[in-house]
């Protein structure tokens, strides 16, 4: 082949030397704009296993790298005066341009001619003069050529809200920091690793509108790196900030990161490729140090697809498959990692040692049991810590030496003491009878509670007749239903430690439908009731029965509803109580614009929408018993444009919060057939660590939390205080018991609360054999 790689870089040098080395009789150029001395940046970091992929695709040139690396084992999280170390990660970092050094010595050794110096102004002209069949666009972030074929490649290119700049320092640091500073501004980061035996990376970064207060936008380049040396005196001890951009004046020095995503890696001129690499291609956050590892990841497998076939064709298709799925799930972990530094300010009210370790498992590519593995010490340490602070907060004796999961620490909500933070969520059933819940919600619900998991939720349940889903929803709005629901509350309360909790709810716009397996949001065949919402709908077009907007003398009596079967509730003696104002039922209807169109006080504003649930959770709070918790249901996202948004979901939280919830428990969608919902394991905690973090009030996480792991990392970072699991508790009622288990842990709870329970349940059973 004659192949032509536009950008000397590391991706068109990597790629160059791999196909060089794969045949020689291969033609390979590299056109460079810059000398060959000229870089622009500091070091680069790899991980361990990058090293690994590098040395099996050329071992010379992992070799000079390895031997140019400086390698550290540690991070650590500078914080409020604290420094939280954290083991066993397993980073290197080189200079940039000792790494092109290697590169270009390599590219020579194997016989890749390099050009530099050489502006390529028309991609086509330089593929024609040098008469190649494969032009490799690596022209890096700001890719001309990209641009140029955009139509074909359709990027999406992101600017991000933070300001950052590139520094160096000749202060040596032995690991990783990252070191947060408080100004009268706001806050500002800096990640610093060292990359050669004098040399560190120092990238400074702050939001875009601190960087403003600051002045920074009006300073010149000497002004700033002064004001960053000020601002992180503490890190630098009297060294000083190196800048090595002297093209960049002022302002300029700080940049904006682009998130760039493409749609298409490969464009055709005809019968000649153009193919996207490295930066052109996609970009990483540098927060996860990625950039330059996904660049020489692009190059090892494009040579691979090429050895693997002689159909030029087949091995591009193959090359952007592989290539796509493994740079979204780095972009993903990016996108997360990027997204918490951009919001800082959100974390700074926690304590120094969560606050590292949320930072620690920001990416959620590192776990709970995978930090453990790293750094066993740490995690012990940080468990210890957690634990102590919850059992205190929750007025519950700490036993010492006592190992104690995350998920497994007590919560105290107001006179409720939860054994642990799992959750059962509520999972619709259709067995009730006219309402009646009977031996199979005792069965369900019993073995769930019996299962090991803190508050067990029962399902929706329908404040009145023409409030339910299906006709086989379970109710609260008659004397049966108490005493049928008491029947289930007293088993709970006997046979186990577990709080069981009641959510209510009304249907609105998606009732009067078949139990799910009938066909799923269908109407009912025969026997339907009328149906309400905010305002007039149909759930689903052309299908569901068409829903009236509420008048005023509705909404009074659908309060009157929730209050009567809030007062049940108490009396039947559920310990928790929930509004259910999610997924398109009635009082969601009223929060979300994709539903209210109403032109009266409830209907306009966010905080108008809101009025009718807000007044129905008032009346609530006042009818049910101060000792005992009520929390709200919300859908956080509704997944459609126009609809409710992340941002609208901390106004929500607030608003619920200053009319007497004490929790929130984050869900999503389910608003409209439209919705486009991007889903993945916990993909709506997210929600729940907004809410709580920002609206500051506790939150339920719940959503594709399927492992100990998963609820473990949740609860320990701060992300919210209760996790809720549904399937897994479908499959498995002793889910909790089983994943305490299967991570090593042998006690879930407090043996002083289970002795006390199972001589209370020997008490029940004494007494119900006395009286036959």
């Known amino acids: 082949m004659n192949i032509v790689c536009i950008g000397g870089g590391p991706a068109g040098l990597y790629f160059a030397l791999l196909m060089k080395r794969q045949n020689s009789a291969h033609r390979v150029t590299v056109i460079e704009r810059n000398r060959p001395g000229d870089t622009f940046g500091w070091g680069v970091v790899f991980s361990d296993q990058t090293l690994a992929n590098l040395a099996e695709a050329d071992a010379p040139s992992a070799q000079a790298m390895l031997e140019s690396f400086n390698h550290w084992d540690k991070i650590d999280i500078v914080f409020k005066g604290e420094t939280i170390s954290s083991g066993g990660h397993g980073f290197c970092g080189m200079g940039r341009q000792r790494l092109l050094n290697i590169l270009h010595q390599r590219c020579e050794e194997l016989g890749v001619r390099l050009v530099f110096e050489t502006e390529v102004a028309d991609d086509a002209a330089i593929a024609a003069q040098y008469g190649a069949d494969l032009v490799i666009a690596a022209d890096g972030l700001n890719s001309r050529i990209r641009q140029r074929y955009a139509a074909t490649y359709r990027p999406q290119i992101e600017l991000r809200r933070c300001r950052f700049v590139w520094l160096g320092t000749r202060k040596k640091f032995d690991a990783f920091t990252f070191a947060f500073q408080h100004t009268e501004h706001g806050w500002f980061q800096a990640h610093i690793y060292q990359y050669d035996g004098e040399t560190s990376t120092f990238i400074v970064e702050t939001p875009e509108e601190v960087w403003r207060s600051a002045g920074l936008d009006r300073m010149s380049q000497e002004e700033s790196v002064a004001f960053c040396e000020r601002v992180f005196a503490a890190q630098l001890d009297g060294h000083a900030l190196l800048a090595n951009a002297p093209h960049l004046h002022g302002a300029a020095m700080w940049l904006t990161f682009p998130r760039v995503v493409c749609d298409e890696w490969v464009h055709w001129n005809g019968a000649l490729p153009v193919v996207l690499m490295g930066d052109a291609a996609h970009t990483a956050h540098y927060s996860i140090g990625s950039g330059t590892k996904l660049a020489l990841e692009d190059a090892i497998e494009l040579a691979r697809c090429f050895r693997a076939t002689r159909d030029v064709k087949v091995a591009l298709a193959a090359y952007q498959q592989a290539r796509a799925v493994e740079v979204a799930k780095l972009q993903s972990a990016a996108r997360n990692s990027m997204e918490w530094f951009e919001n800082v300010e959100r974390y700074t009210a926690m304590e120094a040692p969560q606050f590292a370790y949320a930072m620690l498992t920001r990416s959620q590519r590192i776990s709970h049991e995978n930090l453990r593995l790293r750094d066993p010490a740490y995690v012990a340490r940080f468990e210890d810590w957690l634990a102590r602070r919850a059992c205190v907060q929750a007025g519950v004796e700490f036993h010492h030496g006592a190992r104690v999961l995350p998920m497994l620490t007590p919560l105290r909500v107001r006179a409720i003491t939860l054994k642990n933070r799992i959750v059962v969520s509520p999972m619709a059933q259709y067995s009730a009878c006219e309402g009646t819940v009977g031996d199979y ?65 009304h249907a609105g716009p998606k009732g009067s439908t078949r139990p799910m397996w009938d066909g799923i949001d269908q109407p009912l065949a025969s026997g339907n009731w009328p149906l309400l919402a905010a305002s007039e709908q149909q759930y689903l077009e052309g299908v569901s029965q068409r829903a009236r907007a509420a008048t005023l003398e509705d909404m009074e009596r659908i309060e009157a509803d929730f209050v009567r079967a809030t007062v049940a509730a108490a009396e039947a003696g559920f310990d928790w109580l929930e509004l259910h104002c999610a997924h398109g039922y009635l009082l969601s209807s009223f929060i979300s614009p994709l539903t209210n169109r109403r032109r009266d006080d409830y209907g306009g504003s966010l905080e108008n929408r809101c009025r009718f649930p807000l007044r129905v959770l008032r009346a609530m709070r006042a009818a049910w018993p101060q000792e005992r918790p009520i929390s709200v249901r919300i859908s956080a996202h509704d997944w459609v444009e126009g609809g409710t948004t992340p941002d609208d979901a901390v106004r929500i939280a607030r608003l619920f919060k200053e009319a007497g919830a004490d929790m929130i428990d984050c869900s999503s969608g389910q608003v409209s057939k439209r919705e486009r919902p991007v889903y993945g394991r916990m993909y709506q905690t997210p929600f729940a660590d907004r809410v709580r973090n920002e609206a500051q009030i506790a939150t339920i996480a719940v959503g594709a939390i399927f492992e100990a792991d998963h609820a473990n990392g949740i609860i320990a970072a701060g992300r919210a205080d209760l996790c809720a699991v549904g399937r897994p508790h479908l499959a498995n009622p002793a889910w909790t018991l089983c994943e305490a288990a299967r991570i090593g842990y042998s006690a879930i709870a407090w043996p002083r609360q289970y002795q006390a329970a199972k001589q209370q349940l020997e008490r029940n059973l004494e007494r119900q054999a006395r009286e036959g």
Do not use: N
Not at 469 to 485: D, L, S
């Open 441 to 505: 919600h005792l069965v369900h619900l019993g073995a769930r509670a019996l299962g090991g998991a803190g508050l067990v939720f029962a399902e929706m349940t329908c404040v009145s007749a023409d409030a339910r889903i299906t006709p086989a929803c379970a109710g609260m709005y008659a004397p049966a239903h108490t005493a049928a629901w008491k029947r289930v509350v007293d088993f709970v309360h006997a046979g186990s430690d577990a709080r069981i909790a009641l959510q209510l709810g």
